[in-house]
């Protein structure tokens, strides 16, 4: 049996797990400490490897440290070659070689993305099939293709940002990459709520976040349905572009979003159907199934399988 600590770093909370891998992986303890990203990169960094020398000190059969971390990674080295402005000053930091040269331990890092659709494909929904394109639809919307328990990272680490797809419905949208009409700008959480917010008639009042949301659209408003169906329609549009170009086995989708009901996963699904190819009409889409685990069990298979 091998125990490793595996760690997710996220702008809001560092989540950290003890994971028994045998023919089974099993998280036996978990916990997670705040980010505290505003106080910068070197701290953070500094306060990760505090937190995995306390544990490593308290479960001393830990062999290795599995990372998902945000930001784009450099999974060869461990090093965080860019990183948005919720992190402020995490781009450039060398994760891998700091947590290693203060633990002694083997460390492997990859994004947090990567490692949740690669979790879902080796562990999860996907452990079936032998090609997954994972989509997590959230605050934002990101992605991984894992082709035999292997993630296409692309030549610069980019690969799987799902939610930088263009999409017709919403030309005008700003999305975070600063470009328009990208499927995140409305069709994530966020994006769904300021989609909302710019297309409402001046008497109706601002939507403060996707519960109110939903709220608003379970209470029988069309226009919140209309946003729901709608985005949900292009984001099933842009799925099925997807697996018309990368042909997986399944697609699995998780995140907040797949918990909006029946007039998000009809558009999915009406909008999947409308534009997949005849020979990949019949791609299984499934929910993910491990939750938040999802990221920490992504990095163990990583770090075992490199
Ligand atoms: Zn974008």
Not at 51 to 69: D, F, K, N, Q, R
Not at 120 to 127: H, V
């Amino acid at each position: 049996m091998t125990t490793l600590l595996a760690l997710d770093i996220g702008g809001t909370k560092i989540g950290w797990g003890i994971v028994e891998a045998e023919a089974s992986f099993t998280v036996t303890e978990r916990g997670s400490i705040p980010t505290l990203a505003a106080q910068g990169g070197a701290d953070v960094a500094a306060r990760i490897c505090a937190l995995a020398s306390e544990l490593i000190e308290s479960h001393p059969a830990i062999t290795g440290i599995a990372v998902a971390s945000a930001g784009v990674v450099d999974p060869a080295t461990g090093t965080i070659v860019s990183a948005t402005d919720i992190m402020p000053g995490w781009a450039g930091t060398k994760l891998g070689d700091l947590l290693s040269a203060h633990t002694q331990l083997p460390v492997r890092v990859l994004n947090d993305v990567h490692a949740h659709g690669l979790g879902e494909a080796t562990l999860g929904a996907g452990r079936p099939y032998r090609s997954v394109l994972s989509i997590a639809v959230g605050t934002g919307i990101g992605g991984a293709f894992v082709e035999d328990g292997r993630v296409a990272f692309g030549s610069r680490g980019i690969a799987g940002h799902v939610g930088h797809v263009h999409h017709h419905f919403a030309p005008d949208m700003v999305c975070s990459c600063g470009r328009l009409g990208h499927i995140e700008s409305f069709c994530s959480g966020s994006g769904i709520t300021t989609w909302y917010n710019s297309l409402r008639p001046q008497d109706k009042p601002e939507v403060d976040g996707g519960r109110a949301l939903q709220e608003l659209a379970d209470s029988g408003d069309p226009l919140a349905q209309a946003c729901f169906a709608r985005s949900a329609y292009a984001l099933g549009e842009a799925t099925a572009s997807l697996v018309n170009c990368m042909d997986p086995a399944v697609v699995i989708i998780s995140g907040s979003m797949t918990r909006s009901g029946d007039i998000w996963w009809d558009g999915l699904n009406e909008g999947f159907s409308a534009s997949a190819m005849t020979p990949v009409a019949a791609t299984p889409i499934l929910v993910g199934s491990l939750g938040g685990d999802a990221p920490l069990l992504g990095a163990v298979s990583f770090f075992l399988n490199a």
